[in-house]
Nanobody, 114 residues
Framework: QVQLVESGGGLVQAGGSLRLSCAAS????????MAWYRQAPGKQRDLVAV???????HYADSVKGRFIISRDNAKNTVRLQMDNLKPEDTGVYYC????????WGQGTQVTVSS
């Protein structure tokens, strides 16, 4: 049974920081491409950042220079360090893992107040 469990969301003022974590189980984590998506109210779910099994990284333009994605294969964990948060970063953040199939976490709420 595959599980992706996010943690670390919360309420923060603009300019603040949060660190999200996603703990994976039931998969061979090291061979999976891992990503963070977010969904603002009334909007589609958009890619924030992705890290491949080989360590290649891609960020959405809106978060470049502010967010850092990392993975710890020994702990089956992917993290998203979010700095200089803006109100437009508000949304539910989802962890996603993909190899032959894709799996989603349940999401964690991030709210950035102005």
């Amino acid at each position: 049974q595959v599980q992706l469990v996010e943690s670390g969301g919360g309420l923060v003022q603009a300019g603040g920081s949060l660190r999200l974590s996603c703990a994976a189980s039931g998969i061979i984590f090291s061979i999976y491409k891992m990503a963070w998506y977010r969904q603002a109210p009334g909007k589609q779910r958009d890619l924030v950042a992705v890290i491949t099994s080989g360590g290649s990284i891609h960020y959405a333009d809106s978060v470049k220079g502010r967010f850092i994605i990392s993975r710890d294969n020994a702990k089956n964990t992917v993290r998203l360090q979010m700095d200089n948060l803006k109100p437009e970063d508000t949304g539910v953040y989802y962890c996603y893992g993909e190899k032959e199939f894709g799996y989603w976490g349940q999401g964690t709420q991030v709210t950035v107040s102005s």
